[in-house]
């Protein structure tokens, strides 16, 4: 079974910057999708950013230029770092993994950002 564990959550300053890491075990295979999603107060889960198995990035439009995914294989962790944070940056931080037809998720990461 593949089990996430995301870390690096807490309260910044609007305009701070934030560093998420989602390490993942039980991983066996060298193809797959990692991303991070977000759960704002009183709203659905929405895409952040994702990086396949080739590198390949996407970002949501509301977090491009400030937002950068990575991945080390070799520690198959993933991260988030996130500058320039703003208000509705707000959000529970999920990780997930994604392999042929089966989805994993981490429990999540409060992110606050607030003065």
């Known amino acids: 079974q593949v089990q996430l564990v995301e870390s690096g959550g807490g309260l910044v300053q609007p305009g701070g910057s934030l560093r998420l890491s989602c390490a993942a075990s039980?991983?066996?295979?060298?193809?797959?999708?990692m991303g991070w999603y977000r759960q704002p107060p009183g709203n659905g889960r929405e895409l952040v950013a994702l990086?396949?198995?080739?590198?390949?990035?996407n970002y949501s439009d509301s977090v491009k230029g400030r937002f950068t995914i990575s991945r080390d294989n070799a520690k198959n962790t993933v991260y988030l770092q996130m500058n320039s944070l703003k208000l509705e940056d707000t959000a529970v931080y999920y990780c997930?993994?994604?392999?042929?037809?089966?989805?994993?998720w981490g429990q999540g990461t409060q992110v606050t950002v607030s003065s």
């Open positions: 039980g991983i066996f295979s060298r193809i797959y999708t």
């Open positions: 990086i396949t198995s080739g590198g390949i990035t």
């Open positions: 997930n993994f994604q392999r042929a037809l089966l989805s994993y």
